[in-house]
Nanobody
């Protein structure tokens, strides 16, 4: 079973940038990967996904500001977050999924706080 560890969260001013990393314990070559987030009092929501072939999709709220990428040789997925807004404040979770499967694996989360 793959384990996922997120890092890169922290405190940033509105308009600033952060890059989150998700390091996997084994190869992610055959896995679809994603980032989700959960703000206090809200449900967990999809932020971005990237397929094994590199296709991406984003939540409307982050399109044009966030970029998901993967470096399979490093077993790592990134989320570059630019033009951050206070409403981006949340715990961000890395996710892995076998294509066409239903089982999902989650990291422990990393907190992103955007100050106004």
């Amino acid at each position: 079973q793959v384990q996922l560890v997120e890092s890169g969260g922290g405190l940033v001013q509105a308009g600033g940038s952060l890059r989150l990393s998700c390091a996997a314990s084994r190869s992610i070559f055959s896995l679809s990967m994603g980032w989700y987030r959960q703000a206090p009092g809200k449900q967990r929501e999809l932020v971005a996904t990237i397929t094994t072939g590199g296709s991406t999709n984003y939540a409307d709220s982050v399109k044009g500001r966030f970029t998901i990428s993967r470096v399979n040789a490093k077993n790592t997925v990134y989320l570059q977050m630019n033009s951050l807004k206070p409403e981006d404040t949340a715990v961000y979770y890395c996710n892995a999924k076998v294509p066409w499967g239903s089982a999902e694996i989650w990291g422990q989360g990393t907190l992103v706080t955007v100050s106004s």
